[in-house]
């Protein structure tokens, strides 16, 4: 397995897999071509997120996004994990351990993070299990949002 970044290459895969993940935990239809435009964009605009993909034999099995946040009272980013898709066929092979290492590492070498988040929905308990495996703790913040 390679873990490495996400490339314009890429653009098709990463669009089918946030297709894929909003279908299977929000049973949510995205805009293909909003969507389309919101991968390119972060693709081609490093200094708001990436994506990092894990490679099995030259097929993309995994996914995620990392956006930055800066944080005025710790002086670093919170590096935001979205859109976490792993094709079914590879789930549960610690795919998505590696890509969450790559994350940390990718912190580390651009001089820390305040801390790793991201969110789920309340009913993904397989998810919630992996990410608390992970060293990962439910945060005493609630969210909101307006739309």
Not at 44 to 58: F, R, S, T
Not at 113 to 139: C, D, H, I, K
Request: proline share 2%.
């Amino acid at each position: 397995m390679k873990i490495r970044t996400g490339q314009h290459t890429d653009l098709i895969a990463l669009v089918n897999f946030n297709q894929a993940m909003a279908l299977e935990t929000e049973n949510l239809q995205l805009d293909s071509e909003t969507l389309t435009l919101g991968v390119s964009t972060l693709l081609a605009h490093p200094d708001k997120g990436c994506y990092l993909v894990a490679e099995i034999d030259g097929e993309i099995a995994g996914s995620l996004m990392v956006t930055f946040e800066w944080s005025d009272w710790r002086a670093k980013n919170y590096y935001w994990i979205q859109s976490v898709y792993i094709l079914p066929q590879y789930r549960r092979q610690g795919i998505y351990a590696k890509l969450y290492q790559a994350v940390k590492d990718l912190a580390k070498e651009q001089g820390g993070a305040a801390s790793f988040r991201l969110y789920v929905e309340n009913e993904n308990t397989p998810a919630q299990r992996t990410y608390e495996a992970l060293g990962m703790e439910q945060s005493h913040y609630l969210m909101y949002e307006e739309k």
